[in-house]
């Protein structure tokens, strides 16, 4: 589902004398459906840097990312958008939505991007919240103006509405009480038993081990001339 | 005999007019330039109806000169004064002997027959000017008949008085083309623009003249559950009792007394000496 | 898929000044895309070239219209250029004022539109006019004032539903927020996002405000002295910028 093959990044800073600082190189990893890879390595070892490529948030420099049968790396940006829309799902650590939308219609919105009727799609971002402990009362209030680990379930909640058969979650636990956190594992669960492809970055170690089929060190993509 | 050339202006002036004038026959509704001259009256006071009356008139023509349907307002009075004496040609009261009409803001309530020809007095020519005052716009949107905005006027006045308020300068379509202002005339006038005689219209200021051939389609604007009304002061006049005139109100004391008479002086006269009467009929003969 | 609009090779020229030069590009139905650079760049005049407000000098405008498929703007004729324009397109511009009638109600604002196609019942003109002074969150009591008793962010929203109420297929936008204060902008983004997806608009966005494409647009193209330095998608042109003009232009923005 998910199969980067010698993938490298690098960033020119063109106002700071060109400098090219190389950040990935050789890269290559490949997720099944039904599999869990987690990805770890010190910080700063460029596993988000990874996660970012694989969405196309990051322009590799070479080499293939294949996402359901595009190649990430040189598609079309509408090509990427539909297979953000249908295929590829990215639940980060940092909500970004538009002010003043409501919380409930924030997470219904991948399904309306795919054309899920108004009201199923809303009962299933309700059950989503619901099933994340986000008060009712909230729903109809913008995310802007929640707690930080109030807008990290509405992140997640939204990144689950759509069943997307690859998946990114980008320290999905971090932050959360037990409860919650027993929840995101099961939601995660539930994608893995229904064929979705992951890749994840978790800290939280329990977490890591309790859904992580296998791990990657991201250490062994780091540039040589950095290393 | 005076020292003017006939019908004051020169011959090449004439031919100029007329050559605008045939334009206007060939194009009706459509506003064809022309080299307006400086005439010995000011702006407003009729300048292009002159223009084309002088460049219309034959020594052998009968003149009708009508401001508000009265011939003997000033207006009226001057203009078929400056033609009697720089043409020299017969001038009338009656609607029914004039071959040339020269008017103000009225259709006669007679009608008009195949030799007779209405020339109208034309203030503001466009009638986009009010919602698009660029001229090369208002032009472009002619030739292109984009006349969406004609009907925002309407809307407009619906929208502030439940009904299409515009009771003079009513917009009318010319044969399913031009969209043309039908000079200051009561919209009570606009159905009778259907007419045997020749229509022209002149807009000294603007350098405008326009035509309406005869038995040419004048629709008036308006909407499919507003249709256009023409109106009247839902009285009789008070003077000869007609029904079916144009009629003016006049005050006639502090008190608030009033009478309404024909528009019309020609027609109301023509009906009382044909013994009609009014409400005021006896006393005012 | 048909693109809804090709542009092929665009310039436009001031005397020996270049407008904007060597544009080339795709956008597909429901597409948004936005244009960025700093006053002065050419994005304004790219945009007018496109909308057939300025005639350019070399290249083409393909339009995928409804009735003949793929026709050239530029070299087709005015009036079936300015039909486009009442009915398949749709132009916002900055200042309200400029895309308005000010001195005809919001009602009268919104029916010209559908008057200049041909709609001749007052009521179902009426009624339309009200039902988008709805969709834009003007209560429909304000039907009948004018636009200059409306305020800014108001008068913005009157001219979108004024533009929207024939169903184009294409908005062009100029600097739609400009001049708003941040509040007002917000609402008026949400709206206009809820109004692409609702209607499947596509939409041509120039601004110089980074936020405003983040949220609206899927792709971007970075201008800089008239040329196309960079084009993408809007969250990797922005978060991985390539040239370095986009490099400055990202990092220059003030953080909140």
């Known amino acids: 589902m998910i199969e980067l093959n010698n993938v490298s990044k690098s960033f020119t800073l063109h106002n700071q004398g060109s400098a090219v600082i190389p950040v990935m190189e050789g890269a290559s990893l490949s997720v099944k459906p039904s599999e869990c890879v987690g990805l770890i390595g010190a910080s700063g070892a460029g596993k988000s840097t ?24 040189t598609a079309e940006p509408r090509e990427i958008l539909e297979l953000r829309r249908h295929t590829l799902g990215y639940v980060s650590q940092f909500l970004r939505v538009v002010p ?20 199923a799609a809303r009962d299933k971002a309700a059950s989503l919240l619901a099933q994340l402990n986000i008060p009712e009362r909230l729903w109809s209030l913008s995310p802007t103006t929640f707690s930080g680990g109030e807008q990290q379930r509405v992140n997640i909640a939204r990144g689950f509405a759509h069943d997307y058969p690859a998946l990114l979650l980008d320290e999905p636990t971090a932050s959360l009480d037990a409860q919650n956190r027993a929840t995101v594992l099961e939601l995660i669960a539930g994608a893995k038993a229904r064929g979705a492809a992951i890749v994840g970055i978790f800290h939280d170690e329990t977490a890591r081990e309790q859904v992580c089929d296998r791990f990657i060190n991201v250490s062994a993509f780091s540039p040589r001339s950095a290393a | 005999m005076s020292d003017y050339n006939f019908a004051y202006l020169d011959e090449q002036t004439k031919r100029m007019i007329r050559r605008a004038i045939l334009k206007g026959l060939a194009v009706p509704g459509y506003q064809v330039p022309f080299a307006s001259r ?22 052998e023509d009968t003149l009708k000169v009508i401001d508000q349907g009265a011939d003997d307002t000033t207006n009226a009075v001057s203009i078929r004064k400056f033609f009697e004496r720089t043409a020299c040609v017969a001038t009338t009261e009656e609607t029914a002997n004039a071959s040339v009409i020269q008017t103000r803001h009225r259709i006669p309530e007679a009608e008009l027959s195949e030799d007779q020809i209405l020339v109208y007095q034309v203030p503001i020519p466009e009638p986009l000017r009010f919602l698009e005052p660029r001229e090369t716009e208002t032009r472009k949107m002619h030739a292109l008949q984009e006349y969406g905005l004609m009907h925002v006027k309407l809307y407009e006045d619906i929208s502030q008085h439940g009904a299409i308020a515009t009771a003079y300068a009513y917009p009318v379509k010319v044969e399913g083309r031009y969209v043309m202002d039908p000079s200051p005339i009561p919209k009570f006038d606009n159905p009778k623009m259907e007419m045997a005689a020749i229509q022209l219209f002149g807009a000294g200021r603007e350098q405008r003249i326009y035509a309406v051939p005869p038995y040419t389609k004048v629709v008036s604007l308006d909407f499919e559950d507003y249709p256009f009304e023409a109106s009247k002061a839902d009285h009789s006049c008070d003077l000869c009792g007609a029904e079916d005139s144009y009629l003016d109100e006049v005050i006639l004391d502090d008190a608030g007394n009033r009478m309404f008479v024909c528009s019309d002086t020609d027609y109301c006269r023509s009906r009382r000496e044909a013994g009609h009467s009014g409400r005021l009929g006896e006393e005012a003969a | 898929m048909t693109p809804l609009l090709q542009v092929k090779n665009v310039a436009k020229m001031y005397g020996a000044r270049i407008g904007c030069t060597e544009v080339n590009f795709d956008l597909y139905p429901g597409e948004v895309m936005g244009i960025v650079g700093e006053s002065g760049s050419g994005k304004s005049t790219l945009l007018n070239s496109l909308a057939g407000h300025l005639t350019p000098d070399r290249g083409e405008v393909i339009f995928d219209t409804r009735a003949d498929g793929p026709v050239d703007t530029v070299t087709m004729s005015e009036p079936q250029r300015r039909m486009l324009s009442r009915t398949d397109w749709a132009f916002v511009h900055q200042h309200a004022r400029d895309g308005l009638r000010m001195s005809v109600s919001a009602g009268g604002n919104i029916g010209e539109r559908l008057m200049a196609v041909g709609d001749r019942h007052y009521g179902s003109i009426r009624e339309r006019a009200a039902d988008w002074l709805g969709r834009v969150e003007i209560a429909d009591s304000r039907i009948d004032d004018r636009p200059s008793a409306f305020s800014g962010g108001m008068q913005q929203r009157l001219q979108i539903a004024r533009n929207l109420v024939t169903g184009p297929r294409l908005v062009f936008m100029d600097e739609p927020t400009g001049g708003l204060d941040v509040s007002v902008q917000a609402r008026l983004l949400d709206l206009l996002r809820g109004l692409v997806r609702e209607m499947g608009l596509s939409a041509i966005i120039v601004t110089h405000d980074l936020a405003v494409v983040r949220l ?26 390539q040239h370095g003009y986009t490099q400055l232009l990202v990092s220059s923005v003030l953080q909140v």
Not at chain 1, 52 to 66: F, K, Q
Not at chain 3, 221 to 241: A, C, N
């Open chain 1, 50 to 73: 990874l996660m970012r490529v694989i969405y196309g948030n990051y322009l590799a420099a070479s080499g293939s990312v294949m996402v359901g049968g595009t190649d990430v790396a």
């Open chain 2, 38 to 59: 400086e005439m010995p009256m000011p702006y407003g006071w009729g300048t292009g109806g002159v223009q084309v009356s002088a460049a219309t008139l034959t020594p």
């Open chain 3, 216 to 241: 609206l647009a899927d792709r971007l193209m970075v201008m800089k002295d008239g040329h196309v330095v960079e084009s993408g998608l809007t969250d990797q042109v922005l978060d991985d910028p």
């Open chain 1, 100 to 119: 003043r939308v409501a919380t409930l219609d924030v997470v219904a919105e991948p399904l309306l991007a795919v054309g899920t009727p108004v009201n």
